[in-house]
Structures are given as C-alpha cells and as structure tokens.
Nanobody
Framework: QVQVVESGGGLVQAGGSLSLSCAAS????????MGWYRQAPGKQRELVAR???????NYADSVKGRFTISRGDAKNTVLLQMNSLKPEDSGVYYC????????????????WGQGTQVTVSS
C-alpha cells in the first residue's frame, strides 16, 4: 500500500502565497501522474493541477497563472506553489499519485493523501 502525505496548508490572507508538498511513501519506478485536487464545503472535489510523467501539466482555469505544479527534487514528491490566493481557493487540498512502485511492480497504484486545509481570508 503506497501512502501519500501532504503538508504545507494553513491560513493566509487574500493575495498571499502558500506552498504545498506531497510525498509517496515508497520509490516510484514508473510514474503516470501526480496531481492536486481540492474540495470546498458543499462542493465536489475538483482538479487543481496535474503533471504527467512526460512533464505535461494542466490546470483548472480558475488557477491558471497563479498556481504552479512541479516535481520535487526527490522523484516521489510533487509541489504546488500557490500565489495571489483568493478566498475561493479555500478548501481541503488532496494529493493524488498514480504509478508503479517498488512494492508491487505487477500493477499500478492510485493513492490519495488525507488532505491539507487551505484557508484564505478576505
């Protein structure tokens, strides 16, 4: 079982910045994708940003130009830099990693973190 752990959430004023990080608990020998999703109270979970093994990225329209997703120096990590934050960016941010780990090379895993709270005050 591949565990995914997020860190870096918190409270920030509108216009401020936060950085989120996420790490898988094991070595990823074949990455498919890493992504960040968020869920606000009463709303469905939505994609924020995603990066594939080839380096392609896609972002929600609402965060384009403000958020940047990147692979960390460690190959099992992914970062989300969030700038010019708005109150509507508030929510629980979840990390998702899909790939093949050294725990079981016969199949891919699709793991989610527990989530980290981001609150942007107006």
């Amino acid at each position: 079982q591949v565990q995914v752990v997020e860190s870096g959430g918190g409270l920030v004023q509108a216009g401020g910045s936060l950085s989120l990080s996420c790490a898988a608990s094991t070595n990823i020998i074949n990455l498919i994708s890493m992504g960040w999703y968020r869920q606000a109270p009463g709303k469905q979970r939505e994609l924020v940003a995603r990066v594939t093994s080839g380096g392609s990225t896609n972002y929600a329209d609402s965060v384009k130009g403000r958020f940047t997703i990147s692979r960390g120096d460690a190959k099992n990590t992914v970062l989300l830099q969030m700038n010019s934050l708005k109150p509507e960016d508030s929510g629980v941010y979840y990390c998702n990693i899909v790939g093949v780990s050294d725990i079981d090379i016969s199949r891919h895993f699709d793991s989610w973190g527990q989530g980290t709270q981001v609150t942007v005050s107006s």
